[in-house]
């Protein structure tokens, strides 16, 4: 595997065209932060008696009738995200940043801000930023969340403050966390799909770390590599909807380890390559 890596990745650095170097993450990556992962099942909402899971209450039709609710949830995550770290793996991402600078993109499906905060730049958050709200009328443009906002605890509700900072100043509507929701579509604006996709194309190398592709763009970006020669990387610990995509192609590595290791030894044979 570690001769495979260092062939491919020493072809795309020498390359003049489509050389660029790209990490696609999901929530894989973020576990060792101690985030579950949104559709696991330690990703259950509990209120009240009631028992939901994300592809039910993580809607814009769910938001419509039940926005406190989710707003309830969404500050629990939000206190989740500020008390967890980035971990290793975050950090060897930054260190592979720094040195292949603007060859080098991320693109995450994570809305935890652990890249950010761990000191990637070259970043497209293609599900969205809980760190913004816009109106759920669609009234005005994107703002961040107001900072006297804090994160709550599972079973702590809002206040009266919280809802008068999440009411739409236009038009009286509730705010809503900038986010994808299951049943919405990517946009340029708020996800960068084309942003994502012209990446793709010119991608020599595409690492998918942590994410099984059960959304869309995450595997067009895969389709889109693969389409004008790069080679994919899967680094998943099983195999996913990205394995389906790339069993047949020859354009692959496919690395079952954790995701620390192998971006590890990636940074690593980088670092050798650079250095010849």
């Not at 599900?127 to 994160?151: D, F, V, Y």
């Not at 009266?160 to 900072?165: F, H, I, S």
């Not at 509730?174 to 049943?183: E, G, S």
Request: aromatic fraction near 8%; glycine fraction near 6%.
């Amino acid at each position: 595997m570690k001769e495979q890596l260092s062939e491919i990745i020493r072809q795309v650095y020498n390359k003049k065209n489509r050389n660029l170097f790209t990490f696609l993450t999901g929530a894989g990556i973020s576990a060792d932060s101690g985030i579950p992962t949104y559709r696991g099942v330690d990703g259950i909402w509990v209120k009240g008696t009631k028992f939901h899971k994300p592809e039910e209450f993580g809607t814009y039709k769910y938001f419509k009738e039940n926005p406190e609710e989710v707003w309830q949830y969404s500050l629990f995550r939000k206190k989740m995200f500020e008390n967890a770290n980035p971990n290793e793996s975050h950090h060897e991402i930054v260190a592979i940043e720094s040195l292949l600078q603007d060859r080098f993109h991320l693109i995450t499906q994570n809305i935890d801000n652990l890249h950010r905060r761990a000191g990637t730049k070259r970043i497209y958050e293609i599900h969205g930023k809980t760190r913004e709200i816009k109106c759920s009328n669609g009234c005005k443009e994107i703002e961040n969340l107001p900072a006297e906002i804090e994160g709550k605890d599972i079973d702590e509700d809002l206040t009266e403050r919280d809802v008068q900072l999440l009411k739409c100043k236009e038009c009286g509507s509730w705010m809503r966390p900038n986010i994808l929701w299951f049943d919405e579509r990517y946009d340029e604006k708020t996800h960068k799909i084309f942003s994502a996709l012209k990446i793709a194309k010119n991608s020599g190398i595409l690492f998918i770390v942590g994410t099984s592709g059960a959304t869309n763009l995450p595997m067009a970006i895969a389709e889109t590599t693969l389409k004008y020669g790069g080679t994919i990387v899967d680094i998943n610990t099983e195999d996913n909807l990205f394995t389906v995509l790339i069993k047949d192609k020859k354009n692959k590595i496919i690395i079952r380890q954790t995701s620390t290791q192998t971006l590890k030894t990636i940074r690593e044979l980088l670092q050798n390559i650079i250095a010849e």
